[in-house]
């Protein structure tokens, strides 16, 4: 089974840089790390967890929710099966726990629409926790 890591987080003041980590394990067979879309949620303890950004690990498209676009960059490493979120001029509203999660994309959809579905996404990771103060 596919394995998630998250690591990054941390306290940060309002303008703030961060770069969270997502480190994926666990593929086998002729599963790989190329097969998946990498997404990042984010959630606050009584509200829904929402969309953050994704990455499709064979094509390299990327997405981002406009609470953070502009200000956030996805990239990945397919040779070391990591995917990374930056995240410049961070704000107090930022502040939650961020989950990495994967997408098969050859099980499931990935484009503008379907990225943003939790239900999408087969494996997810525990979280960090990012806290921006102000």
């Known amino acids: 089974e596919v394995l998630l890591v998250e690591s990054g987080g941390g306290l940060v003041q309002a303008g703030g840089s961060l770069r969270l980590s997502c480190k994926a394990s666990?593929?086998?067979?002729?599963?790989?790390?190329?097969?998946?879309?990498i997404g990042w949620f984010r959630q606050v303890a009584g509200k829904e967890r929402e969309e953050v950004s994704a990455?499709?690990?064979?094509?390299?498209?990327?997405y981002y929710a406009d609470s953070v676009k502009g200000r956030s960059t996805i990239s990945s490493d397919v040779a070391e099966n990591m995917v990374y979120l930056h995240m410049n001029s961070l704000k107090p509203e930022d502040t939650a726990v961020y989950y990495c999660?994967?997408?098969?994309?050859?099980?499931?959809?990935?484009?503008?629409?379907?990225?943003?579905?939790?239900?999408?996404?087969?494996?997810w990771g525990q979280g960090t926790q990012v806290t921006v103060s102000s």
């Open positions: 666990g593929f086998t067979g002729e599963d790989t790390f190329d097969d998946y879309a």
């Open positions: 990455i499709s690990n064979s094509d390299g498209s990327t």
């Open positions: 999660a994967a997408l098969n994309l050859e099980q499931s959809e990935y484009d503008y629409v379907h990225w943003r579905d939790l239900s999408e996404y087969d494996y």
